[in-house]
Structures are given as C-alpha cells and as structure tokens.
C-alpha cells in the first residue's frame, strides 16, 4: 500500500532535523540534499537506513544516488 | 635529545572535567572537599535481567544531553561525548588561545573505548539484520574516537593519540602529552581520559574478577580505599582534561597557569594480565622515575598523594607499600614519607577508568592549588597493613607556604604504572 506523501515528507523532514539540525523550514521537496542542505554521504546513508527503519521500506544502495532531492526521496519512499 | 622535565617543565593552563561529582572541575572539587558520594543504585532490573551482583554505580552528574546538541550526540559515543565536553572546558579555562594547529596536539584515552554503541551496534545486527546498522558504527566504536572527536573540535593537526593501558590509560595521556612537547613535536597539546563504560556487561564481568563491591545495601560507602572491609571498587564514568602547555609558550603568552607538570613515569610489570606485581615494585619504578624527573629539590617538597587506591582488597596495600618506599627513596627518610597525606578520591568519585588517571591529576593540582589534600571517605576502619598516611573523612591542610609538589598515580589491568608529579608555581 502506498504512503501518503505528506506523512512521508513529515517524517523524512522529522530525520533529516534529528540528524543535521537543519531548520525544518529549509527542508521542502525541491530542496537538493547535498547542493542545499550540504548533507555529506555518511549522513545520507544514515538518513536512508533510519527512513528504511521508519517507513518500512529497502531503499537499495544502488538507488541513493538518484534520490536528489528530498521530494525524489518522497517519491521513491511513497511508491515503495 | 628530550628535554628534561626539571630543566623544562610543562605548564598545566587548562582543566575540565565532567564527573559523578558535578559537570565542571570547581563543582566536582568542592563536592569533593566535602566528602560527597557520587555512586547510587541504577534505576534499571539488571540483577533481575542478568543475575549480575552489582547494580551501582557512579553515573555523571550532568548527563551530556545537558551539554550538546542531539547532532553532536548523535555522532559520538557517549565516551567521545564525555572528551568532547572535558576538552572543551579545558581549552576554555586555558582562555582558548590562538594556537598555530600545527603544533597543537590532542591526547585522549579511553579504557574501554565506544561500548556502548559496539553492543548496541551488535544488538542491531542480530536482532534486526546488518541493513539497519547506521553508517557511523565504526567511527563511533573505535577507541581513538574521543581523541579524534576532541581533535577536530579544537582543529588540532599535530597529531591525536590515543593510549590505551586500561586504568591507566588517563594518566598515560599527560605521559604522552609531555613527551610530545618534549620531543619538540607541540607546543600545546589537550590530553585526558574518557569512559563510558556502565553496563550489565561490564558489571558482570568486573564481577566475575572479583574487582567490584557488591554492597548494593549501601551504594554510597561501597567504595572504601584502605578500609579493612573493602571489597572492590565501584564503576563510575566521565571525561576529564588539561592543557599541557611548553613553559615558552605559556609564557609568552602571559598564560594563567595552575601547576608545572615536573615527572612523569612509567612501568610496566611483566607480572600478569590481571593483579599487580604484589612486591609492587612496578609501581615503584614509576613513581621513582617521576620524582627523578622532577630532580632532588622538587621531590623532597612532595606533600602529597593522590593514589590509585580502587578499593580492592589487594591492590590498595600493595600500592600503600610503594608509596611510602618512594617517598622514602626521595626524601631519605621513612618517618616523613608516612607523614605525607595520602588521598583515595575514589571512594568519592567511584572508578573511571580510563578517565581516572586524568580526574585525578586534576584533583592533584588543585589540592597544590588550595593546599588542601581531599578525603577519603568511608574508611569505617583502616586496614592495619597500610603505612602510609590517608587522609579521612575530611580534608587536610597542606604546608601554607613555600613550594609544594605532589604526585598522582593510577595503575592499569596488564600491569601499566603511571605516576605524575605536579608542582606548584
């Protein structure tokens, strides 16, 4: 069953706050990870795994790399 | 060529620590002059869970969720969290100078190392698959993560080490820090100790050696230094830290500083894994290589000890012994040397470990400092098989004036001796 893709964005926005202490106002779907929220690779993946854990999802690691922009993890997470 | 420690010593400018006793050095000190205890029962159900036979300890007084961020958190295990917050005082306390980072260098021990995020680590794999283990597991476990956390934090790039010599491990960090100074290869160098080690497994397994008290009806005077009932000492955890400094550099700066780093010795005792060498002349090698470092005219005003003294039955006497034939050996004389006040801080502050031999320097200095030798609590009576003079119960005054020296010792499982000797400036 898909999620809902707000839920999926609050939650994701919930990890990426709890991990990098961005202000939760930076974080939109269009933002980039590492262009806007200067968000390093280890911490990507470490976003990635608590977002596998919290959604109940697999997340591949061969799919990281295409997931740009907080609206692309979104996406993939949703439709998972 | 190294520089002699009597010709060159090293200034101590900086001190932070964070302790069962408080989460700074004056609040920690003053609890400690007043003879408070930082060991409770655990609010948890290990006896009941794992059969272990202890369940207290001497947790930190602040927990370091009051002092970071959930971010520094997050990547740092709480042993790395505990340098981070020790150095960071440190440095502060030093007027956090304007270094060159290239001669800047970080010394930062740990007994154990990141425990607690290795078994939580463990807990995920077997009961969740390796998928969920977090990408920061191995930096966060490996016990020169408190050095490199430290060393990043202060941008340090001479160099971070971190020794590794179970409860001597503390100690040996200032022993690192001045040979690097003395080599010529810092001028400034943050060296201490951390742990982060209560745990049932832990717990357990001191238990198992018979090295821990069990008086668990009495958590506050388990830990009993030279006391004729102790028992074993009792777990404690935190960080502690100083600023080594080369008396050039300090000076030229016009550094406020608390105490001059004059010996600094050690030993090993080729004997066993476990129990000290029982002649204790391991322990002695140590300490006399320290007061031969300071040189003659220092050793002789050593006015006091601040000792190992864990609290095991075993181990406290055979150190009594090697104090008082050191002192003996620096001042010619056996009647001064079991004069001298001797001082188990332990009994207040509970066992830290890795971080023990660092708390403890600090204690050691600001005992210089206040020429005030702190207590040993919880002495009901004194083991009549040690010599030397411990303080009880409530502190002792040092010589009002003129120069003083003192000494601090911490001993390691593996047979590692360490012994400092500060003096005052």
Request: proline letters at 6%; a negative charge.
């Amino acid at each position: 069953m898909a999620l809902d893709k707000n839920e999926v964005l609050e939650g994701l926005t919930e990890i990426i706050v709890d991990e990098t202490g961005i202000d939760p106002a930076d974080i939109a779907l269009d933002r980039s990870f590492v262009d806007d929220l200067d968000i390093d690779s280890l911490s990507m993946m470490t976003i990635v795994t608590l977002a596998e854990d919290k959604f109940d999802v697999e997340i591949p690691d061969d799919s990281v790399k295409d997931l740009v922009t907080v609206g692309d993890a979104v996406d993939f997470i949703a439709g998972a | 060529m190294v520089a002699d420690l009597a010709a060159a010593p090293l200034a101590v400018t900086g001190m932070g620590a964070t302790t069962p006793l408080g989460g700074d050095v004056e609040t920690t000190w003053r609890a400690l002059l007043d003879g408070r205890s930082g060991v409770a029962a655990l609010d948890n159900s290990w006896v009941e869970d794992y059969g272990i036979a202890t369940n207290f300890a001497a947790s930190l007084k602040v927990p370091a969720d009051a002092v970071l961020s959930p971010q520094e958190r997050r990547r740092a295990d709480p042993s790395a969290q505990y340098a981070l917050i020790a150095a960071r005082q440190a440095w502060a306390d030093a007027g956090s100078p304007a270094v060159d980072p290239e001669r800047l260098a970080v010394v930062m021990a740990t007994g154990v190392g990141g425990l607690q995020t290795m078994l939580g680590a463990w807990d995920t794999v077997r009961d969740r698959g390796a998928r969920r283990l977090l990408p920061l597991t191995v930096p966060m476990l490996m016990p020169n993560s408190p050095a490199a956390a430290v060393a990043i934090d202060l941008g340090a790039r001479a160099g971070a080490h971190a020794p590794v010599s179970a409860c001597a491990s503390g100690a040996e960090a200032l022993v690192t820090g001045a040979r690097l100074i003395q080599l010529g290869l810092a001028d400034v160098v943050v060296a201490g100790g951390a742990e982060a080690a209560i745990h049932p497994l832990t717990l357990g397994a001191f238990g198992k050696m018979q090295a821990l008290s069990t008086r668990s009806d009495s958590p506050e005077t388990a830990s009993r230094p030279y006391c004729a009932t102790r028992d074993g000492f009792v777990m404690g955890e935190g960080g502690a830290a100083v600023v080594l400094e080369s008396a050039a550099h300090a000076e030229a700066r016009r550094a406020r500083t608390h105490a001059a780093l004059v010996g600094a010795g050690s030993s090993s005792d080729a004997y066993d894994v476990a129990p000290p060498d029982p002649s204790g002349q391991g322990q002695l090698r140590a300490m006399r290589a320290a007061l031969a470092q300071a040189g003659p005219g220092v050793a002789a005003t050593v006015a006091h000890v601040n000792a190992h003294a864990t609290a095991t039955p075993a181990g406290d006497a055979i150190e009594a012994r090697a104090i008082v034939e050191a002192l003996t050996w620096a001042f010619g004389s056996a009647e001064r040397a079991t004069a001298i006040p001797v001082s188990g801080t332990k009994s207040m502050t509970g066992h830290l470990l890795g971080a023990a031999g660092a708390v403890e320097s600090i204690f050691t200095i600001l005992a210089l400092r206040d020429r005030l030798a702190p207590p040993t609590t919880n002495i009901q009576r004194l083991d009549p098989e040690v010599t030397c003079h411990v303080v009880r119960d409530r502190p002792e005054p040092l010589p009002a004036t003129g120069p003083l020296a003192a000494m601090n010792n911490a001993f390691g499982f593996g047979g590692h001796n360490i012994a400092l000797v500060f003096a005052s400036v």
